[in-house]
């Protein structure tokens, strides 16, 4: 048996067929330097719980805004080029095999790439799709909350204890 539906190629990706998915184009809606180009491979396998991407970043690139959730946990692993991680105030020189792994309110964090870097930037990123999360980005001062797939985003100097 093959699975629930027996159809073992909707499970199964080789390396030609990743390559041959098309790229789609993200700009971050906080980080308009936040350009990434992603193969998204967990909707093709009909995940729901999880997202699952291969991502490329060009030089002189970031991943997305320094931020944490709440309640989604995410990992990366480096399967080519070199870049940067901040995780929380630390700066770590990142590289292939590298993993990266963030549960749930762990320290912020993004990815760069330096501009002067010879070649892009590529890593496997996964991560659950709880069905509420809140989204802060300390640098940017906002908090984004997702409930169902609605996304709304405040100031965090406007959040209060209620």
Do not use: W
Not at 47 to 52: A, I, Q, S, T
């Amino acid at each position: 048996m093959s699975g629930k539906d027996g159809n073992t190629r909707q499970y199964y990706f080789s390396a030609a067929e990743i390559a041959s998915l098309p790229e789609r184009r993200h700009q971050h809606q906080f980080n308009e330097n936040a350009i990434r180009m992603t193969r998204t491979l967990g909707d093709l396998a009909g995940l729901e719980d999880m997202g699952l991407h291969i991502v490329r970043l060009e030089p002189g690139r970031e991943s997305t805004e320094f931020h944490f959730h709440g309640q989604d946990e995410e990992f990366l692993m480096i399967l080519s080029g070199h870049g940067q991680a901040q995780i929380g105030e630390e700066r770590i020189e990142v590289g292939a095999g590298d993993v990266m792994a963030f549960p749930k309110n762990s320290p912020a964090h993004v990815m760069r790439v330096p501009e002067g870097a010879g070649e892009d930037l590529v890593y496997l990123m996964g991560g659950t799709r709880a069905p509420v999360d809140i989204c802060t980005y300390p640098a940017a001062g906002l908090k984004m909350t997702r409930a169902d797939g609605v996304k709304e985003v405040a100031k965090i100097d406007d959040f209060r204890r209620v």
